[in-house]
């Protein structure tokens, strides 16, 4: 019998990286403060003392140097997995990431290739302002050759980040920070709870090596009416509208966007024959488009309503304003009730 | 060399000079001499400064006296201000990093032990020159007496915050008070400040500007980026490195391996680099006018490293404890900038220890009645402007989709407080 | 009368810029080879020796400093329009827009703004390769504070640039590299048609100022069965693809994608209950998903078939394979024939 | 300063010393002297070398002979093995060059008058060393002798392309000659070099990487990011500036104002930097041969660079003598690369003119046949590689997106071959 600990996301995580960097000695990781301090959330908190000054380290406040010299390792035959402290601050990195680490492996015709995981913190939910909050997964999701995997919960943190450091390809891993220490249903006032005492099977995380495969979607909760598309810390504030809305819904994970499991989605909207995508990010552009654009162009025949976007609206991360953007379980409640009352 | 014999390759991780669990040491510093630095003329030839980065610039002696060429030769009431500006700048640190811990803010930055320099700098340029902060820099505004209740409100983001709750506290803009906008990403705005040099000179105008980065931040593309189009342009601006010694946990020595200066940086581009005493008050207002005259004279942009201190936590969210010795700050071989320039207004017999006293009590209490009067409009949450302001300044005019959600936004407000008396989202 | 003259769409974007160079002494250019040399594409011959080395000059090969210079001037109170080479270089100061040009005037609640605008050559269709050929308008769309303008003819290249330069906000401005010189129609085995000698009345250009207000789309053809949305060189692929299916489609040109003119494909949808979106860039997670989205929120119940996409396959633009991936006028034709006799 | 009389400020724009309209000059480059550049031990300490960026490191001197502490002393063989694949080069760039005005292939760079550099570090480092090359560098490839054929197959992107039509011409990949994939945008793998490097350190290897910007590249944040991250880490790498003084018609005074060289660059990193000339295929050779010593003894990263001269136009889409003189190449004061070797060898008896020609026709030769042989598959649009390979490796295993897209692709195909016998998109 596989051994289990209750986990949070950051315990998860960091559990991830010491199994792989334990298995394989190519596993490497560095980034801003990740070393002897253990990263600003703690994720890489002991990796340096268990496993040595080289291969858990600190580096220079560059994230394009970050992500550029990792591709290097990458080509050379390592495995690295370098932490971004936050997704806003991926950017710098944004060219390396598009120009270099996704397409290196097709313009080379395969003799290079660039397995980098890129961990970052992303999202919003925590005071954080414009630029600790975004969740810039369309921007990745566009670029072809990049993977991109959002875990909602401490079990798939730790699969899916284990099957990411195991593909050849380069993944982006985006970490919602508001779910780090529990789960978030998007009602601030509510008495926050810790993953351990969540209720929660997801906090029940294996000590030692398993695989989430990416591009397989979770049904976290089945249901005839309408099908709800989300992932990261949106699984939560879906489950907590749809309780909100009485709808019975059927709520799919999609854990990674990157491959996307097209056959999930296809498979539960043709039978609820309604669809409400939410995310945090804002709406226009954002990935909730392409989801809406592949569930009618596979799903035409069977929708009886339109498909909603429930997302942030298009500004900035606006400070002051984070519950009013925050598209919570009240604005998807109301979607799934226009979703199933529609005409 | 034949392959057989080959060494065996290393990696090289930098580590600092001590650790929570290690001795204390300063010995990498080399404090030099007072006075001793050379001040070339303002049209001097970079060639002939290449020296000059591995220097430390000070005015203010073991003694508390000025001396040497860098002094700016100020009058007593100056000095005064700028103590001032920098005893008020911590009475504010003080009260709004305690105002964090009580939930009245998200977040807080102290500037401690660093206040030499924006306040010196503040007080020496001109009305209309240009500064690109970073998020240590409010005593800039405390040396121009920026009202302290706005500065609360902003801070926390209530109805009355002067950034309408768009951003987040301490990452300032007050453009009537030459204060560019900040924001969280690091390094972007050095280059902003380039180009706001060469606008003023495209312009044939007379307002130069003036930018920060900390150490950490030298290592992005971007401080780069900016060095190389002020060199290319001869922009006339004066571009700072705050070499605090840490970004966040990590020691200089990533962004500037083996003790190398930050002022060397300059080499590369071919204007001078100079490396100052940021805890001297004088020696920061010195070096700084020197720069300012090179730039408003068509000499061109320099790269001045003001070498400092984080005496505190890299934010509210730290805990330096963490990776370095508690009380290393106390060791820092070059003191306190507070301490430092009252008691060389005291050596030259301007100033005494009661009026001190009165200074830091009477500085206390005004930050304590703006904090107040910014308490009675709101703390974070308690208060926020209207909803209306969420929807603007995205562009210059709103557009459909911003129209549309606001509306959506008034709908479900309405609603709700129809139902239930409350909103929600 | 105004007078008007041929010019090709280079000609015609040269003479926006001389014009606003000439009424507004704080327009200024600049970018890398743009100055004596008068920029690879030939955009800006002759501004410099016209209006002199301070209006017109080249720049250090950074992008990240152009951008982030030109926000500076403009902050400043100029109106600078820097040139990127080609847009696939325009990763490199990504950062840049999003993080600053695009959120400095609400994050500084209107203290300063930053109404920069960049041209950048832009698509496919000329052999460039990985790096000559990308269509990253998506990336541009996403951001919320940016403007993002396609012009797809010389009249309309020359004022929306003027509507461009004279906005407040900071603009993407993507110039279609493979219509520079003339229409092209997805046959790269046709003979080459010039602007001068294509027949199309777009090709006769003001010589003066005017505006091609943004965010109003053009009706290229009217049509009864489907409506065509494209931009760029997607609009002459569009007509030609149109005439190769023998459909009655509407074709609309958007100009702008932000702001984008939802009333009239709103109006143009609602009439024909079909819709065909057809976009260079590869098809997952581009713009045609937001317009899909739109598109099917807006007129489900008008829409008697599925929304189709016609759109760049999945992978780096592939350089030997360019006709194999660009979406010409066949693949549109398909499209069109599907949407009709959708049952 | 008071504001009144403050003087006017001024865009300074820099502007290059010739124009196609003025006289050739040039004045500013100083040659030096050959053999007169002290050569400093491997582990000598970056604070004693910071003399060397401003100094020109060259070996041949006017009388053809190798002289002074960097003459890496070579047998006559290696330096005709040198010679060949500089010859070879040349031969094969004018060959394809023209391929493209015959519309043969889609895009061609010539190297013309740079040979030297990635020639004779092709030969000078290890196998296993690895090479992040910039496209000008192709003479690495002819220095081991990569086939011809194959690179003129990569070249017109026909069947046989070793990268399968995926990459445009001469944005070369070729792994088993230590050759990194090469890509349009400029800059972004100078950063992977060293991390390549520092995988080598971290795995305790003995293999160090080389790679190349241009001059007008550096000012890239890239540039900067790299020499931090080698500077940090003392990554085991040799970083390069090809300073062939332009980047397409921008003269190198962008990226260095006034005429600094680029070698002080390093001097921002606590690295050593030199400038070597790069016409000089000893000079090269022996500055090669220091830095890779330094790399493989964890003395860490070097920054050399290549004074040269792009004697060509930038690619086959540019017209040089729109922006500079027609002639101005004939004056360069450092001679051809070729030529200089040559009259070396000469000059030490081991090579005459009669063999000279006699290998300029035979690899002229050797690139007819190979450039035929190519031809025989096909050039652009004549023959491509077979259509499945546009949809691998985009990942290492195909996603559902791209097994629909090429099934959709092969039925259009197949139902148009049956209608119309051709197929299209
Ligand atoms: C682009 C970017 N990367 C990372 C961060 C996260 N971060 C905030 S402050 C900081 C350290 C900055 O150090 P330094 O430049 O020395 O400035 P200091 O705080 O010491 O004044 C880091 C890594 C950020 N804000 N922006
Ligand atoms: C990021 C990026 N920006 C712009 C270009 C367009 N471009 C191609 S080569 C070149 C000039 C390069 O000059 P330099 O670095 O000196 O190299 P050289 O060609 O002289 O060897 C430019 C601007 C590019 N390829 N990549
Ligand atoms: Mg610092
Ligand atoms: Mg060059």
Not at chain 1, 172 to 197: C, M, Q, V
Not at chain 1, 230 to 257: F, K, N, P, Q, W
């Amino acid at each position: 019998m596989t051994e289990t600990k209750k986990m949070n996301m950051i315990q998860a995580l960091n559990s991830a990286l010491d199994v792989m960097m334990t298995q394989d000695e190519d596993v490497l990781v560095f980034g801003e403060d990740v070393g002897y301090f253990g990263g600003v959330f703690r994720v890489t908190e002991g990796l340096q003392a268990k496993h040595g000054l080289k291969r858990c380290f600190d580096a220079p406040l560059t994230e394009g140097g970050i992500i550029g010299s990792a591709i290097g390792m990458a080509a050379y035959g390592l495995k690295p997995v370098p932490e971004i402290q936050f997704a806003d601050y991926i950017l710098p990195a944004y060219d390396q990431l598009v120009s270099e680490a996704a397409r290196l492996r097709y313009r080379s015709n395969g003799e290079f290739s660039s397995p980098v995981t890129v961990r970052t913190p992303y999202g919003g939910g925590i005071f954080g302002g414009q630029t600790h909050s975004q969740s810039p997964e369309a921007i990745f999701a566009h670029v072809t050759g990049l993977k991109t995997v959002i875990p909602s919960n401490p079990y798939d943190a730790k699969g899916l980040l284990i099957a990411s450091i195991e593909c050849d390809d380069p993944v982006i891993f985006l970490e919602p920070k508001r779910l780090y220490n529990g789960p978030f249903y998007g009602r601030p006032d509510e008495e926050l709870k810790t993953w351990a005492n969540s209720g929660l099977a997801t906090a029940e995380v294996p000590v030692g090596h398993y695989e989430v495969p990416l591009g397989r979607a979770a049904l976290v909760r089945e249901g005839s009416e309408v099908t709800v598309l989300a992932y990261g810390t949106m699984v939560h504030v879906a489950a907590a509208g749809i309780a909100e809305s009485g709808v019975d819904a059927e709520l799919i994970d999609l854990r990674s966007i990157v491959p996307l499991d097209i056959d999930a989605i296809t498979a539960s909207v043709r039978k609820t024959g309604r669809c409400v995508i939410l995310h945090e990010a804002s709406r226009f552009g954002g990935f909730g488009g392409e989801l809406s654009a592949l569930v009618q162009e596979r799903c035409f025949d069977y929708l009886r309503a339109p498909i909603e976007r429930v997302a942030g609206y298009d500004m900035p991360y606006p400070h002051a304003f984070e519950w009013d953007y925050f598209p919570g379980p009240i604005r998807l409640a109301e979607a799934l009730l226009n979703a199933v009352e529609y005409r | 060399m034949t392959k057989s014999n080959l060494p065996r390759l290393e990696l090289h991780i930098p580590e600092p000079p001590s650790r929570p669990d290690t001795p204390i040491t300063f010995d990498h510093v080399n404090r030099g001499e007072a006075g001793a630095v050379r001040r070339p003329d303002i049209a001097e030839h970079e060639s002939n400064m290449r020296d000059l980065p591995y220097e430390l610039i000070r005015v203010l002696d073991d003694d508390n006296l000025a001396v040497g060429p860098w002094n700016p030769m100020l009058a007593p009431e100056t000095l005064i201000k700028g103590l001032r500006a920098m005893v008020l700048s911590r009475a504010f640190d003080d009260r709004l990093f305690r105002a964090h811990r009580q939930g009245k803010t998200s977040f807080y930055m102290k500037s401690t032990g660093e206040e030499a320099i924006s306040a010196a700098q503040s007080l020496a340029l001109d009305k209309g020159d240009m500064f690109f902060p970073t998020y240590r820099a409010l005593a800039w505004l405390h040396a121009r007496n920026y009202p302290l209740t706005t500065l609360c409100n902003q801070i926390f983001s209530n109805a009355e915050d002067p950034l309408a709750g768009k951003q987040l506290p301490i990452l300032m803009s007050a453009r009537a008070y030459d204060f560019y906008s900040i924001s969280g990403n690091l390094g972007v705005r050095f280059v902003h400040a380039v180009g706001w040099a060469m606008a003023s000179a495209y312009k044939n105008d007379t307002k130069i500007s003036l930018a920060y980065v900390g150490d950490g931040t030298t290592a992005e593309g971007d401080f780069h980026e900016a060095m190389t189009f002020a060199a290319a342009y001869r922009a006339p601006t004066i571009l700072c490195v705050t070499n605090n010694q840490y970004a966040i946990s990590s020691f200089a020595g990533f962004a500037a391996p083996e003790r190398l200066p930050f002022a060397a940086k300059a080499l590369a581009y071919g204007f001078p680099g100079i490396k100052v005493d940021g805890n001297d008050f004088l020696a920061v207002w010195g070096a700084t006018q020197w720069a300012a005259e090179r730039a408003r004279t068509n000499n061109g942009p320099t790269l001045i490293e003001f070498y400092t201190y984080r005496a505190e936590g890299h934010s509210t969210s730290d805990d330096p404890g963490r990776y370095r010795p508690k009380h290393e700050a106390e060791h820092w071989p070059l003191g306190d900038p507070v301490e430092r320039l009252r008691d060389h207004l005291i050596a030259i017999g301007a100033w005494d220890m009661d009026r001190h006293a009165a200074m830091e009590g009477e500085t206390k209490e005004q930050v304590k009645v703006a904090a107040k009067e910014a308490e009675a409009i709101g703390t974070l949450g308690q208060s926020k402007p209207p909803i209306e302001e969420m929807f603007e300044d995205v562009f210059a005019e709103k557009d459909w989709r911003l129209k549309e959600q606001l509306r959506e936004l008034k709908a479900r407000r309405a609603a709700r407080a129809e139902t239930q008396g409350g909103a929600g989202a």
